[in-house]
Nanobody, 121 residues
Framework: QVQVVEPGGGLVQPGGSLRLSCAAS????????MAWHRQGPGKQRELVAA???????NYADSVKGRFTISRDNAKNTVYLQMNSLKPEDTAVYYC???????????????WGQGTQVTVSS
């Protein structure tokens, strides 16, 4: 089994910074994809950033230049560094992992429990 732990989040003032983390533990051989999604009040869930195991990254246009996704493969952990935060970044942030539990099995998708990020003065 795989456990996904997603601490972090909180209240930050506009222009401030925050770092989220998400770690997978248990039967993890590799993580094919690690991503962050968010769902703001009254909005649909959207992809914020993603990184694959070859190191490539992808960002939503709204966060390019402000957010950075990174990963520590040895710890099966993904981070989201958020700088120059804006009120419109307020949302519940979810990590999304595609985990391979065995070299012989296809990947399985897991979601974190979500963490609230509020940007307000």
């Amino acid at each position: 089994q795989v456990q996904v732990v997603e601490p972090g989040g909180g209240l930050v003032q506009p222009g401030g910074s925050l770092r989220l983390s998400c770690a997978a533990s248990g039967s993890v051989v590799s993580t094919v994809l690690m991503a962050w999604h968010r769902q703001g009040p009254g909005k649909q869930r959207e992809l914020v950033a993603a990184t694959t195991n070859d190191g490539s990254t992808n960002y939503a246009d709204s966060v390019k230049g402000r957010f950075t996704i990174s990963r520590d493969n040895a710890k099966n952990t993904v981070y989201l560094q958020m700088n120059s935060l804006k009120p419109e970044d307020t949302a519940v942030y979810y990590c999304n992992l595609r985990v391979r539990r065995s070299p012989l099995l296809p990947w399985t998708e897991y979601w974190g429990q979500g963490t609230q990020v509020t940007v307000s003065s």
